[in-house]
């Protein structure tokens, strides 16, 4: 018998191997094996079984096998191949998204010695110093302790508990060293709360989808403060009690502890939490625990959707519109929602997309009715909606004379205002460092990351320049301006840092916590701060778009937004409503108990359509003009998008081979559009020249994306009409979140 094997390469092409004979009844298609490939032996997937070699060369065996049993049962095995057809990747390629390569279901916990005493000392007759010291103290400890702990006893303490095993007076036991799988401070939040009418409806359908056993997508479109955490607990309680599993997404686990917290709290230890800060041991341990059918719940952020559950019923997507369940390198570019309703379908699954300010795509499916659509459109607990107070900067700069300044009068009238009563405040600025931008006041010129088109921004914690791409640290600033000798560099534009200056010197005996990447890389526990702020231990929280969502703080009155307009005009068809859901989202933080709340959104655009709905919190109105403007212009959700980039460190080698791949593109296009190819916006990353063109395809004229998809992927993936040189890369990026 032989098997075809696919591996994590570039290349479509599957290699043969010869199955050898202990292996032949455990080899199936979708099970992970070591195989000679070149010079080395790496881990590949086979993807077919025969018992012809396709070809009359050299054929060499199978070498062993990763796993014991098979992790891709023929559900999962579908959503791989899937995944590799619709973002054009290898399937080696696919599938090492639910089979990690560090990962296996052998992983076995190391082990530890423990012993406990059971006799006496007076039963002890040779009297050995070091068996006296140790019986003595585990006679003392009474319960078992682990043989490490007595190395200051006796050099050798396993030897001298196996002497007194011996004599049977102490008993030895072997225990699995549990990796610790927590990795979070929070502890399991209990909440009792009895449900609106609006929530009972909402559980009531998917409770009858789940009784179906029918693929249906919901869209939960609650706003802030509705209670959809309830939701998600009682619609996977009902999935469980029909001895189905599920699966929580949320963007990024860590910034939403309270609703890991409540899983926790509601399913106890038939709850695995699937995040990036777990030790690899603890990743291990889970996933093999998660194989082995032992968590019926898999909390997590976007990898966890591709989870090994077996009988999965429900899927819910927390925030669904965040831009964080894109993957964006390495391959595979997958949308962890996507991914989930597809996953969903081939499982017959219940799935749950759930927002306050839905992605624009998942707004249009249930205005086309592709999804069924449930609206929570009231704050849980008859808590009211804040009222928003836009400051209008211009006009601000004009009365006070303070050009560029930071606050205006009214945010700091009610900041103090709060303070004084005991209330909380939110800052949001959604930019870090302290000055984005160190300029010439001369000629103008900007200083630029050396391996990025990308402005260094100024850090004044630590006095550095630093890429926000790249990550290029600059320890000393420049003195003179590289261009015309000018000294006269000036910090321009406002990142967290600097207001978090401004607000210790405006309230110096407030309590101030800031959090954004940077205070997160430098060791802070995020969940920690927002523990903090949740028990009133700090009255200003900062920071970026990290505290806009998901959080619920009763005690937070007050909300400011110190620059609305940040990203407003980014050339992205996206831009707008990124910052409609930014400021619509931390809104809604604001007054979540029974203080009513305030919000004031500074800004030098009051007038422009983004900032004005926003802020009047009219969501229906801000996403009909964007979906007017989409369809103009045949943007997502009314076309199918497929973004290709060349890049590479040779400026004029990209350039040619976009060139070449632009007139293929151009040549063969009926009813797709292509955009370039150009630069991209940010022409240069991390020393790589990019450059991009993008393939749109009408919904109307195309519904699934098929059309689209034959042309590319026939475009691309046949080698003889595109060669792409050596020297630079192709990245295939289907509906992509940013042309960036
Ligand atoms: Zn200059
Ligand atoms: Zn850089």
């Known amino acids: 018998m032989y098997a075809d094997v696919s591996f994590p390469i570039s290349s479509y092409q599957t290699f043969t191997y010869e199955i050898p004979d202990p292996l032949l009844k455990k080899v199936s298609v979708g099970m992970r094996v070591n195989a000679a490939f070149g010079p080395r032996k790496i881990q590949g997937i086979v993807v077919d079984i025969k018992t012809k070699p396709g070809f009359a060369g050299r054929i060499k065996p199978i070498d062993s096998l990763v796993d014991d049993q098979p992790v891709l049962d023929t559900h999962l095995w579908k959503l791989i191949n899937w995944l590799s057809d619709y973002y054009c990747i290898p399937l080696g390629v696919a599938a090492r998204v639910a089979l990690p390569a560090n990962l296996s279901t052998r992983y076995k916990p190391q082990k530890r010695t423990m012993v406990k005493a059971i006799g006496s000392i007076s039963e002890l007759l040779a009297r050995a110093k070091a068996q006296v010291s140790v019986l003595e103290y585990l006679i003392s400890e009474k319960d078992f ?170 899927i819910v997507v927390d925030e669904e519109q965040e831009s964080s369940y894109k993957q964006e390198s390495p391959d595979p570019r997958y949308h962890a929602r996507d991914v989930s309703l597809v996953r969903g379908k081939i499982h017959n699954a219940a799935i749950v997309l759930a927002s306050a300010t839905p992605s624009l795509e998942s707004y249009y499916n249930h205005i086309y009715g592709k999804f069924e659509y449930i609206h929570l459109p009231e704050r849980f607990g008859g808590a009211k909606y804040p009222h928003v107070h836009v400051v209008n900067m211009i006009k601000e700069s004009e009365e006070t004379e303070i050009y560029g300044g930071v606050f205006s009068r009214i945010l700091l009238e009610k900041i103090a205002d709060r303070l004084g009563k005991k209330e909380q405040v939110i800052i949001l600025h959604n930019r870090r460092g302290f000055a984005p931008v160190l300029r010439c ?48 560099l000036q910090l321009a534009g406002t990142g967290t840092q ?130 007017d403007e989409r369809q103009a212009l045949d943007y997502p959700p009314f076309s199918w998008m497929v973004r290709l980039e060349v890049s590479g460190e040779n400026k004029s080698a990209v350039e040619k081979t976009s060139m070449v791949l632009g007139s293929k593109l151009k040549r063969t296009a009926k009813g797709i559009t292509l955009l370039g190819p150009a630069f991209c916006y940010r022409e240069r990353l991390r020393n790589q020249y990019r450059m991009q063109a993008v393939l749109k395809s009408r919904k109307e004229t195309d519904p699934n994306g098929t059309k689209l998809h034959r042309f590319f992927k026939s475009t691309i993936q046949d080698e003889k009409s595109f060669k792409l040189p050596g020297n630079v890369r192709l990245i295939i990026d289907v509906n992509p979140v940013s042309l960036l």
């Not at 030897?159 to 610790?180: F, N, S, T």
């Not at 009972?200 to 609650?222: C, M, Q, R, W």
């Not at 990308?454 to 926000?468: D, M, P």
């Not at 969940?527 to 900062?542: A, E, P, R, W, Y």
């Open 441 to 488: 006041d001369d000629c103008g010129e900007v200083i630029m990351c050396p391996h990025c088109q990308v402005a260094l921004t100024y850090h004044r914690t630590g006095k550095f320049l630093q890429c926000h791409f790249c990550d290029h640290l600059e320890r000393s600033l420049p003195s003179t301006c590289q261009e015309c000798q000018s000294f006269n």
């Open 145 to 314: 302790v682990s043989t490490r702990a007595l190395s200051d006893l006796a050099s050798n303490p396993l030897d001298v508990c196996r002497k007194l095993a011996e004599k049977g007076l102490v008993e030895i036991k072997e225990e699995d060293i549990l990796p610790d799988l927590s990795g979070f401070a929070f502890k399991p939040i209990h909440k009792k709360i009895r449900f609106s009418n609006d929530q009972n409806k909402a559980v009531g359908e998917i409770y009858s989808s789940l009784d179906k056993n029918e693929f249906t997508p919901f869209l939960l479109h609650g706003v802030t403060g509705s209670g959809k955490t309830e939701i998600y607990i009682e619609a996977a309680r009902h999935a469980l009690s029909q001895d189905k599993t599920v699966i929580m997404l949320l963007p990024e686990i860590s910034l939403t502890p309270q609703i890991a917290g409540r899983f926790c709290a509601a399913f106890g230890d038939a709850v695995a939490l699937w995040h990036s800060k777990l030790s690899q041991t603890a990743r291990a341990w889970t996933w093999k625990k998660i194989c082995a059918g032992d968590y019926k719940v898999v909390v997590g952020a976007r990898s966890a959707v591709f989870a090994p559950l077996k009988n999965l019923g429900l």
């Open 498 to 627: 600097k207001v978090e200056d401004k607000l210790i010197e405006k309230f110096p005996e407030a309590k101030i916590e800031r959090l954004d990447v940077d205070t997160a890389r430098s060791g802070i526990n995020i969940t920690d701060v927002l523990q903090n702020f949740s028990n009133g231990k700090i009255d200003i929280l900062l920071g970026t778009q990290m505290i806009a969502k998901g959080l619920d703080f009763a005690n937070a009155t007050l909300v400011g937004i110190v620059n609305g307009d940040t990203g407003l005009y980014l050339p992205d068809f996206r831009a707008g409503e990124r910052v409609f859901q930014l400021i619509y989202q931390a809104a809604g933080r604001s007054g979540r108990g029974r203080i009513p709340g305030e919000v004031v959104v500074q800004t030098y655009n009051p007038e422009n359509p983004v900032i004005k709905c926003a802020t009047q919190l009219d969501l229906k109105k801000y996403y009909n003009i964007c979906l």
